[in-house]
């Protein structure tokens, strides 16, 4: 692959060696698809059309059974996500503690509903059905951070450290 | 048969030098870091650093105290180890003042204390006899808080891997008797013997054969094993180890849920640990048996952790869940037999082997053996993890460990089992802890989760949390479940926003019977458990919510009338500019008064109010 001097495309080439690299370690593995799917993701930071098919046609399956397995998991996502995942916790110890206000307080300091994704891309507004950490209980996932005793009006404080 | 024992001898001789130094142990489990533990730690080393003091630093994963996270340990030589709660990083300077210079503990931090061969201190609780321990057996978490789970020669300094080098040494049928005879129970929930299961997939025929960990723990309320990982991690590989050989196979799999990132990231360490040190790979100790183990990140989806359904998604598909039989021990993993145990089950086998049956068999009641570890959360003083002998009543769990309800409120129910088990009321307080007498109460051991709810919490809100829980996870493949819940689901909605009818009872209870007749797997059969138990125990909350229009809990909206005191009312009018639906009226310095037809019951002038003027019932 020869080396571009634009910027912008280089960020591209260097995203589908990575791409390419991936679909050669999994390509004769057993069971690949999800791995590839999680590898792509991390990537791409989400999955787009154009991946999914070449996924398909690389590991040498149907598109509906590659778009099945990323419809099934609540881990893959279809459209462009932002820079940081919030994940608010609604599992039972959250719930009884008030895991919702947490919710609701992080809705309104960021003007956007659970599923939805900031204009700017910052943040993606998520809820999860528990995180394992109900000794904290209410307790949200930012990235791969967990914070937890959490009280409504402190969570706007935590979200801002958060680029 | 190569043995360990140079190893050990030489791990063990570091482990002593390690503990004969002034130590300061931070606790970075998962807990531990998300309520800051991180954050003391770096504080720790720049105090170290800026007071020039001869200490090491070291970190261990959770001790089971979640409600005193952070936590800190100090050790000095010749001296009680004292363990630290609530250790903020504002509380370093002192808390290395005081003890590491002056040898003093700060006694009013202190959690607990472990005196070892040392003279405990006067006036801090000894772990053993602290409230929180005093009831619990350490046997599965004996290492968590202790040592350093990164570190697989603390591993085999203290005990770890003579389970396997014991295992080694016997015939394989002699290793699953051994198991078979400590009544060892699946800990996932299930409660099937593991010895016997071991047996039909030794039995099985086939050229290939895989041992499995189901580490995919997704009920809500439940983090045993995500500790045991995080704490323990070689405990794990040590026990599927054991089962490899036993069964025959030689490769292991161990699904993990994404959403557990530590635990993925220490399991992958203790593997190219014990992979470097010759534990695991090729010719195991010289025996000729090979062992691989291999990660797979799950994708997020709670069906997986129904045993069919994770082997579909290791071998890449959806994880929807298959007609059994076969079982897996005959067609697992690629049709091959399939060992497929969760991760605390796997963690009691080193022990077991390493203690022999009966040391396990003394801890327990008649048909349910050792210990299980539970995870206590909700409206309880000590949230945590514990570790209890079977047989232990609720009471003990709730009010002795966990130290009984927060704020002096009432105990009103406990969960356990998650969205497939039960909720147990007062009456069943005296309940002894197994998986017989769960069942017949109407809930189940699960995984280990006891979710405590005091009078606050309203119990069809509750039902109805599960059911939009198991709605939400259902995997849609066969029709009483999908279908079946989310007519259930819709009923609880209706009673909590006040439009239920008498019917509805009869309704439920017949979708319930259906359901759990005919769904094809565990969360289908069991997903109508809350509802069932609830209406069961709390039959006249669910009256109140149908006849009465009412929500004694004071939770479901739909059925809250907001009202004004007049006597606490000054008039200050913050919640007449809070309220969005204008449904708050009053002159200036007058009691004001709330229009419930036009209330919409957001609880915004309940929050503004600053008189504690305003009341909801």
Same mark, same amino acid.
């Given at each position: 692959m020869s080396a571009c001097a634009c910027g912008v495309e280089k960020v591209v080439l260097s995203h589908e060696e990575a791409f390419m690299k991936l679909l050669d370690k999994y390509r004769y593995y057993k069971g690949g698809l999800i791995p590839v799917l999680q590898g792509a993701q991390d990537i791409y930071g989400y999955l787009p059309k154009d991946v999914l098919q070449t996924i398909a046609k690389e590991l040498n399956m149907p598109f509906s059974k590659v778009y099945g397995v990323v419809t099934f998991y609540a881990q893959f996502h279809l459209k462009p996500r932002g820079n940081n995942i919030i994940r608010i916790c609604l599992g039972t110890a959250c719930h009884v503690r008030?895991?919702?206000?947490?919710?609701?307080?992080?809705?309104?300091?960021?003007?956007?509903?659970?599923?939805?994704?900031?204009?700017?891309l910052r943040f993606t507004l998520e809820t999860v059905a528990c995180i394992g950490a109900c000794g904290l209980s209410p307790c949200m996932m930012i990235n791969d951070d967990t914070h937890g005793r959490l009280n409504p009006k402190a969570v706007g404080a935590i979200l801002d450290t958060y680029e | 048969m190569n043995n360990l024992n140079d190893l050990r001898t030489k791990c063990q001789e570091e482990y002593k030098q390690k503990l004969? =130094?002034? =130590?300061?142990?931070?606790?970075?489990?998962?807990?531990?870091?998300?309520?800051?533990?991180?954050?003391?730690?770096?504080?720790?080393?720049?105090?170290?650093?800026?007071? $020039?003091?001869?200490?090491?630093?070291?970190? !261990? &994963?959770?001790?089971?105290?979640?409600?005193?996270?952070?936590?800190?340990?100090?050790?000095?030589?010749?001296?009680? &180890?004292?363990?630290?709660?609530d250790i903020f990083p504002d509380k370093v300077a002192q808390?290395?003042?005081?003890?590491?210079?002056?040898?003093?503990?700060?006694?009013?931090?202190?959690?607990?204390?472990?005196?070892?061969?040392?003279?405990?201190?006067?006036?801090?609780?000894?772990?053993?006899?602290?409230?929180?321990?005093?009831?619990?057996?350490? &046997?599965? *978490?004996?290492?968590?808080? =202790?040592?350093?789970?990164? &570190?697989?020669?603390?591993?085999?300094? !203290?005990?770890?891997?003579?389970? #396997?080098?014991?295992?080694?040494?016997m015939e394989r049928q002699a290793v699953i008797d051994e198991v078979k005879k400590s009544g060892l129970r699946g800990r996932g929930g299930g409660g099937f013997s593991t010895g016997m299961k071991w047996q039909f997939v030794y039995n099985a025929q086939g050229d290939k054969k895989y041992a499995v960990c189901n580490a995919d723990e997704g009920d809500p309320g439940a983090f045993m094993d995500r500790s045991v990982l995080e704490g323990d991690p070689h405990a794990i590989l040590e026990g599927m180890m054991i089962a490899g050989y036993a069964i025959g196979a030689d490769e292991g799999c161990i699904y993990c849920r994404a959403e557990y990132p530590l635990a993925i990231r220490r399991l992958n360490l203790a593997i190219a640990k014990a992979e470097e040190l010759g534990i695991l790979g090729e010719n195991i100790l010289d025996t $000729?048996?090979?062992?691989h183990i291999r990660i797979k990140a799950g994708a997020g989806a709670f069906v997986c952790g129904e045993e069919t359904a994770l082997l579909n998604s290791i071998e890449g598909q959806r994880g929807m869940p298959r007609v059994r039989p076969p079982f897996p021990a005959n067609s697992g993993l690629w049709a091959k037999p399939t060992c497929l145990n969760n991760v605390e089950s796997y963690a009691n086998v080193p022990f077991i082997l390493r203690n022999g049956s009966d040391w396990y068999t003394s801890m327990g009641t008649d048909k349910s053996k050792g210990s299980k570890v539970f995870c206590l959360t909700g409206k309880v003083n000590n949230t945590g993890l514990c570790e209890v002998p079977m047989g232990i !009543?609720?009471?003990?769990?709730?009010?002795?460990?966990?130290?009984?309800?927060?704020?002096?409120? *009432?105990?009103?129910?406990?969960?356990?089992?998650?969205?497939?088990?039960?909720? #147990?009321p007062t009456s069943q307080l005296d309940l002894k802890i197994d998986y017989e007498s769960l069942t017949a109460a109407g809930s189940m051991m699960g995984s280990g989760g006891l979710v405590v709810m005091d009078e606050t919490t309203c119990m069809v809100d509750v039902a109805k949390f599960f059911l939009n829980f198991t709605q939400n996870e259902s995997c849609g493949k066969c029709t009483p479940c999908r279908e079946g819940t989310k007519r259930m689901l819709e009923i609880l909605h209706r009673i909590c926003d006040g439009q239920g009818v008498i019917e509805d009872l009869d309704t439920l209870d017949r979708l319930s019977t259906v359901i759990t007749k005919s769904a094809l797997c565990g969360l289908g059969q069991t997903c109508a458990n809350p509802i069932i138990s609830t209406m069961r125990y709390f039959r006249d909350e669910y009256m109140a919510h149908i006849v009465d229009k009412r929500c004694p809990a004071g939770v479901c909206a739909a059925l809250l009338v907001y009202t004004v005191d007049a006597e606490k009312c000054t008039g200050c009018g913050a919640c007449l500019r809070a309220c969005p639906a204008s449904a708050i009226t009053g002159e200036k310095k007058q009691p004001h008064s709330i229009d419930p037809a036009a209330c919409i019951k957001c609880g915004a002038c309940i929050t503004k109010c600053k008189f504690d003027a305003i009341y909801k019932a």
């Open positions: 008030g895991g919702a206000k947490i919710l609701q307080a992080v809705q309104e300091h960021l003007g956007i509903k659970h599923g939805e994704t900031t204009e700017d | 004969s =130094r002034p =130590r300061i142990v931070v606790g970075l489990g998962t807990c531990g870091i998300a309520s800051g533990g991180a954050k003391v730690m770096e504080a720790i080393k720049e105090e170290v650093a800026a007071r $020039g003091l001869d200490i090491d630093i070291d970190f !261990t &994963s959770c001790i089971g105290m979640c409600y005193r996270e952070p936590m800190v340990e100090v050790s000095l030589p010749g001296a009680a &180890s004292v363990v630290y709660g808390l290395l003042e005081s003890h590491v210079e002056n040898k003093t503990p700060v006694y009013e931090w202190a959690a607990i204390q472990i005196p070892g061969e040392a003279t405990p201190y006067e006036g801090i609780d000894i772990m053993e006899k602290a409230p929180y321990y005093e009831k619990q057996v350490r &046997s599965v *978490t004996s290492r968590l808080g =202790r040592t350093n789970p990164e &570190s697989i020669g603390e591993y085999i300094a !203290t005990g770890g891997y003579e389970g #396997l080098e014991k295992a080694l040494g $000729g048996f090979n062992f !009543t609720l009471r003990e769990v709730i009010f002795n460990i966990a130290g009984g309800i927060q704020d002096g409120g *009432t105990f009103k129910a406990v969960q356990s089992g998650g969205p497939s088990g039960g909720c #147990l």
